[in-house]
């Protein structure tokens, strides 16, 4: 049965990998491996009863991650729609290339925090296209921007799914993420963006020489401050609700989205059907991406047969009697996130390791935040951030790899050390 189980896992994580390749959606290749993988565990072991029991616990831990990442989606997307992210966008002016990327790459480190890695990078990657004419600009800014998206999203238990994960298991908290792993995420970020400023020098900013037309939402100024300060302030006090009740974040979410929906109704109650369609919170559940929902189900079922069946603590065991240093079984795990989703390799290691050996917030947890939030920056396919900018700008696997990954690379090297050290010299 083991061998079978290790088989069938390999075969689904390929075809999760191989995505783009074999044009076969990672979403399927998930729910498939997911089915077969519990099927056969269902099959071999003969106790109907413990499968089921099991298969409900796995149930609900996955619920409330899709859960909470259902409702942020929804929340951005209505804030969005009321044309509320120009708030920061239309401040965003400057004529030298260096300082406009500067500036492009805290805002994008920041809101990556507040909201999540793809949507900030899908949100400044639009913006470039208004502001930059010359398309080798662009690709540029869109590498850095992925760099800083997933650098943001990594110290910020709502600004990456990988943190999200570690942080609704209880291997993390709000505040320890945020003070063990901030500088380590500057320093991912601000390495890479020191050495492309310097090759830019004093070149100048290439404006757009025709601006096109873009469809836009009948919102008023008041309606768009609103909606942004409604929504951001949503996402970032979902931890302080989680610390202070003591309820899943899901909970968190679902109450400020449930707030979000009556302020909207209420503002919109007097347009006409047709003009308030496009605002609702209706409407926005229709805009979120579901295939992401739905193969974060697939993985992280999948990913528990191997947890009940113990393969995974006993790959635990044999990297640790192989590897021996944590600091590098983590590292290698970031740098392999780069080429599969690390999603799964996150799913994999909360199963591998034992609470009661590693308790939340312990070295290994705040370093694995680390280490998969930002490992993915260095391939373009290696994040959700990269495949979004990859797919806006239409930029080349090849391209990426050989201009930006080796900046992605250094940055995530300095912040990795930086945080060894860290923790080897104050605990």
């Given at each position: 049965?083991?061998?079978?189980?290790?088989?069938?896992?390999?075969?689904?994580?390929?075809?999760?990998?191989?995505?783009?390749?074999?044009?076969?959606?990672?979403?399927?290749?998930?729910?498939?491996?997911?089915?077969?993988?519990?099927?056969?565990?269902?099959?071999?072991?003969?106790?109907?009863?413990?499968?089921?029991?099991?298969?409900?616990?796995?149930?609900?831990?996955?619920?409330?991650?899709?859960?909470?990442?259902?409702?942020?989606?929804?929340?951005?997307?209505?804030?969005?729609?009321?044309?509320?992210?120009?708030?920061?966008?239309?401040?965003?002016?400057?004529?030298?290339?260096?300082?406009?990327?500067?500036?492009?790459?805290?805002?994008?480190?920041?809101?990556?925090?507040?909201?999540?890695?793809?949507?900030?990078?899908?949100?400044?990657?639009?913006?470039?296209?208004?502001?930059?004419?010359?398309?080798?600009?662009?690709?540029?800014?869109?590498?850095?921007?992925v760099i800083a998206a997933n650098a943001g999203g990594a110290w910020s238990p709502i600004g990456d799914v990988t943190t999200t994960m570690l942080w609704i298991g209880g291997q993390i908290t709000?505040?320890?993420?945020?003070?063990?792993?901030?500088?380590?995420?500057?320093?991912?970020?601000?390495?890479?963006?020191?050495?492309?400023?310097?090759?830019?020098?004093?070149?100048?900013?290439?404006?757009?020489t025709s601006t096109g037309t873009r469809k836009r939402t009948n919102t008023t100024k008041f309606e768009q401050n609103l909606m942004f300060v409604c929504g951001l302030g949503i996402l970032v006090m979902v931890p302080v609700f989680k610390t202070v009740t003591h309820l899943p974040p899901f909970m968190g979410i679902l109450f400020g989205l449930?707030?979000?929906?009556?302020?909207?109704?209420?503002?919109?109650?007097?347009?006409?059907?047709?003009?308030?369609?496009?605002?609702?919170?209706?409407?926005?559940?229709?805009?979120?991406?579901?295939?992401?929902?739905?193969?974060?189900?697939?993985?992280?079922?999948?990913?528990?047969?191997?947890?009940?069946?113990?393969?995974?603590?006993?790959?635990?065991?044999?990297?640790?009697?192989?590897?021996?240093?944590?600091?590098?079984?983590?590292?290698?795990?970031?740098?392999?996130?780069?080429?599969?989703?690390?999603?799964?390799?996150?799913?994999?290691?909360?199963?591998?390791?034992?609470?009661?050996?590693?308790?939340?917030?312990?070295?290994?947890?705040?370093?694995?935040?680390?280490?998969?939030?930002?490992?993915?920056?260095?391939?373009?396919?290696?994040?959700?951030?990269?495949?979004?900018?990859?797919?806006?700008?239409?930029?080349?696997?090849?391209?990426?790899?050989?201009?930006?990954?080796?900046?992605?690379?250094?940055?995530?090297?300095?912040?990795?050390?930086?945080?060894?050290?860290?923790?080897?010299?104050?605990?």
């Open positions: 049965m083991l061998t079978a189980l290790v088989i069938v896992f390999v075969l689904a994580y390929a075809a999760i990998a191989l995505e783009h390749p074999i044009k076969i959606n990672k979403s399927a290749s998930a729910l498939i491996g997911a089915g077969l993988l519990w099927t056969i565990y269902a099959m071999s072991t003969g106790d109907h009863h413990l499968v089921s029991e099991q298969l409900g616990e796995s149930l609900m831990a996955t619920a409330q991650i899709v859960f909470f990442l259902m409702g942020a989606m929804t929340i951005v997307e209505v804030v969005d729609a009321h044309n509320g992210f120009e708030v920061i966008t239309s401040r965003i002016q400057t004529k030298k290339l260096s300082t406009l990327m500067w500036m492009v790459g805290f805002v994008t480190f920041f809101l990556s925090a507040i909201l999540d890695n793809l949507t900030t990078t899908i949100v400044m990657v639009s913006l470039m296209k208004k502001l930059l004419g010359k398309r080798d600009d662009r690709l540029f800014f869109a590498g850095i921007i709000a505040l320890a993420i945020i003070e063990g792993v901030f500088i380590p995420s500057v320093i991912n970020m601000v390495i890479p963006l020191a050495v492309t400023s310097y090759l830019m020098g004093d070149r100048r900013v290439e404006g757009v449930g707030i979000l929906w009556l302020v909207g109704d209420l503002i919109h109650r007097n347009k006409d059907a047709d003009e308030r369609a496009p605002l609702t919170l209706v409407h926005a559940l229709t805009k979120i991406d579901m295939g992401s929902i739905v193969f974060f189900i697939g993985i992280l079922l999948a990913v528990a047969t191997l947890e009940h069946t113990h393969i995974l603590t006993s790959l635990a065991q044999w990297m640790d009697k192989s590897v021996g240093r944590l600091d590098v079984i983590v590292m290698l795990i970031g740098v392999v996130s780069a080429v599969v989703d690390n999603v799964p390799l996150v799913a994999a290691s909360m199963g591998m390791y034992d609470m009661t050996t590693h308790p939340a917030d312990s070295f290994l947890w705040e370093f694995m935040a680390y280490c998969a939030g930002t490992g993915g920056s260095m391939l373009i396919i290696g994040s959700a951030a990269g495949v979004a900018a990859m797919g806006l700008e239409k930029i080349d696997f090849f391209w990426y790899m050989k201009r930006i990954s080796w900046l992605a690379l250094i940055g995530y090297l300095g912040g990795a050390f930086f945080y060894i050290a860290e923790r080897n010299l104050f605990g």
